[in-house]
């Protein structure tokens, strides 16, 4: 069992630039294929970025350019660092785990509220 817990969320303004990490609890993140996902009222979970053990790094088109995934192997800690945001990224991010070796471990976080608004 992977646990992950998401922190940084907050209220921004229109422009203005936000870092969520996700710390994990797990011997070795190494074996996991990292990423963020968001979900905001009324609307389905989607992906907003994603990072493999080696660094291999995936967006969606709505945040390239935009966003930057990133971790720390040794920390255990996933990062994203979110610029000239606005307001249609407001959403409920979520940490994801899944691991390359099983493919039915699969582990969310709980979530933190991010919000763009003047």
């Known amino acids: 069992q992977v646990q992950l817990v998401e922190s940084g969320g907050g209220l921004v303004q229109p422009g203005g630039s936000l870092r969520l990490s996700c710390a994990a609890s797990?011997?070795?993140?190494?074996?996991?294929?990292m990423g963020w996902f968001r979900q905001a009222p009324g609307k389905q979970r989607e992906l907003v970025a994603t990072?493999?053990?080696?660094?291999?790094?995936n967006y969606a088109d709505s945040v390239k350019g935009r966003f930057t995934i990133s971790r720390d192997n040794a920390k255990n800690t996933m990062y994203l660092q979110m610029n000239t945001l606005k307001p249609e990224d407001t959403a409920v991010y979520y940490c994801?785990?899944?691991?390359?070796?099983?493919?039915?471990?699969?582990?969310w976080g709980q979530g933190t509220q991010v919000t763009v608004s003047s």
């Open positions: 994801n785990a899944q691991s390359v070796l099983i493919s039915t471990n699969n582990f």
């Open positions: 797990v011997s070795s993140l190494h074996f996991y294929t």
């Open positions: 990072i493999t053990s080696g660094g291999g790094t």
